[in-house]
């Protein structure tokens, strides 16, 4: 089944613990997204990468990292959380030349 | 400034009503494409529809046309015969120059109920 994946679903973390949260992908699509979604905002793109080891910021990029080591793969890095990353995190993905953009389920983090 | 306006935060229609969800979008790229996505209460995003700058025709998919003016720098979402299960939460994206970059510019949203 063609889907993205990430994990973990939901995490609680403390101010300043790294973590990862990671998306894959099942489709060799080249282009991958990272999102935020807050209440009032809509989504807000923080990261994308149009292919492996080819990745450019989003509008908030800010405490954010990413990587594309693999065209399957592209892990979100939070090196020192803040309660205002605090939010739900949508990966997603698409093929070139085509316009479907394929969401993973979502990340709820809430960092205390 | 803000690229991408969805002015109603919400709206309530009555089953099997036609419904237009307002978009508009500021771009000075002759070259951009145009998205809607619905979020149901669950979460997930999913795929409505695509319109192309270029393209000569409305985009239609099923239930789902976009009503697509160029000149007005507008992308209404209309969703014919509402059903129960078009209750959700709609959003409008714009992606400009298509292939240079993958930047992705999301509205703010609408929330539609349908009352039965």
């Known amino acids: 089944e063609a889907q993205v994946t990430q994990n973990p679903r939901y995490l609680i973390t403390v101010t300043g613990k790294k973590l990862t949260v990671t998306c894959s992908q099942n489709m060799n699509h080249e282009y991958m997204s990272w999102y935020r979604q807050d209440p009032g905002l809509g989504l807000r793109q923080i990261y994308y990468?149009?292919?492996?080891?080819?990745?450019d910021k989003g509008d908030v990029p800010e405490g954010y990292k990413v990587s594309r080591k693999e065209k399957r793969n592209f892990p979100l890095i939070l090196e020192s959380p803040s309660p205002n990353q605090t939010s739900l995190y949508f990966c997603a993905s698409r093929r070139g030349g085509t316009d479907t953009q394929y969401f993973g389920p979502g990340t709820r983090l809430t960092v205390l | 400034a803000q690229k991408i306006t969805q002015t109603q935060p919400g709206m309530f229609v009555q089953e099997k009503e036609a419904v237009t969800l307002d978009c508009t979008y500021d771009?000075?790229?002759?070259?951009?494409?145009l998205f809607w996505y619905k979020q149901p209460s669950s979460g997930e995003m999913i795929f409505l529809i695509y319109?192309?700058?270029?393209?000569?025709q409305n985009a239609t998919e099923g239930r789902y046309s976009l009503n697509f003016q160029k000149a007005r720098k507008s992308a209404n979402l209309v969703i014919s015969a509402s059903q129960l299960g078009d209750s959700a939460m709609y959003f409008c994206a714009m992606r400009e120059g298509l292939e240079k970059d993958d930047k992705i510019i999301f509205g703010k949203g609408t929330r539609l109920h349908i009352l039965p």
């Open positions: 319109q192309g700058s270029y393209d000569q």
């Open positions: 771009t000075s790229d002759p070259s951009y494409g």
């Open positions: 990468s149009m292919n492996v080891e080819v990745t």
